[in-house]
């Protein structure tokens, strides 16, 4: 299902669990879009590393005109804690982005279920894992599901809303009126391995990797290729240094396992990322980017 007419709302308030990349990109588009965000980091240098993060997006979206006041007057509206039990019990609204680890996960909304009320939803981030494996963790599975937004997240204009056989229908469209608040689409699919983006998403980029290890092209090349051939805004192989080689292979060890050979890693994948070639993050992919 994909939004057409659906009301645009905003939660007043939000606790975001990890302040990586995604987290911190979380955490800045409901800031920007008038929730009272809390950022909860386990401990206080990377609670405060979160917040140059957000504010440096904050800046950039100034400098390119997409805010309608001062990063400062969003920024006033981020609080960081370093224990989840400091989450604002009213939230209306709990995204965890921690790394793609399903214990971990469990572990960080088990958590943040004992600080909040009854009344907040709470959702998972994740890429690839199964959203009811996860809920099967928690005590109240119900008010559980998937918001899997993308990388960098204030740009990207898509949330993939990941439904659960445990997830309540008003949980289901709350979150589609709060991806609408933010400004964005949301497409709605069932609990599968890989959901509907990371399975193509991961298969395109898995093909491409192939392709280099065959000498059938160079990395730009390739990207060229689906870039102006089928208009994609971005090639295969750029894509997997912006999300990250050590995340793609993760994923593509889990659909593995789920879904068969064909999503079985490449060695090339393997080997850049024993290397530490990881993407933009090492400044180090299928291409070289400069510090950021």
């Known amino acids: 299902m994909v939004s057409s007419l659906i009301e645009a709302a905003v939660p007043k308030t939000v606790g975001v669990i990890g302040g990586g990349r995604m987290g911190a ?22 609670a405060k590393a979160s917040r140059d993060r957000v504010a440096m997006g904050l800046l950039r979206a100034a400098e390119k005109g997409k805010l309608t006041e001062s990063a400062d007057a969003v920024l006033e509206r981020l609080l960081l804690v370093d224990d989840i039990a400091a989450l604002p019990p009213g939230a209306d609204l709990v995204v965890e982005a921690v790394p793609e680890d399903a214990a971990l996960k469990v572990r960080v909304l088990a958590a943040a279920e004992e600080a909040v009320g009854e009344q907040t939803v709470l959702a998972t981030n994740t890429s690839s894992l199964s959203v009811a494996g996860i809920a099967d963790g928690l005590r109240r599975p119900g008010r559980f599901l998937g918001m899997h937004f993308f990388n960098p997240v204030p740009a990207s204009s898509l949330v993939e809303v990941v439904v659960a056989p445990q997830t309540g229908d008003e949980v289901r469209d709350a979150a589609r009126s709060w991806v609408a608040g933010l400004g ?36 730009a090349a390739i990207d060229r290729a689906m870039e102006l051939g089928y208009r994609h805004p971005m090639g295969p192989l750029r894509s997997t240094d912006l999300v990250g080689l050590d995340v793609r292979l993760a994923i593509a060890e889990h659909l593995h396992a789920e879904l068969g050979d064909r999503f079985a890693p490449p060695r090339l994948l393997r080997d850049k990322v024993a290397r530490g070639e990881l993407g933009r993050k090492t400044g180090q992919g299928f291409f070289t980017w400069e510090a950021s």
């Open 25 to 46: 990109g979380i955490a800045q588009v409901f800031a920007v879009a008038g929730a009272v965000v809390c950022l909860a980091e386990r401990d206080p240098a990377a």
């Open 184 to 219: 964005k689409t949301e497409v709605v699919v069932r609990d599968s391995p890989g959901f509907a983006t990371s399975r193509l998403g991961v298969l395109l980029g898995l093909e491409a990797i192939r392709m280099l290890e065959e000498g059938v092209a160079d990395a």
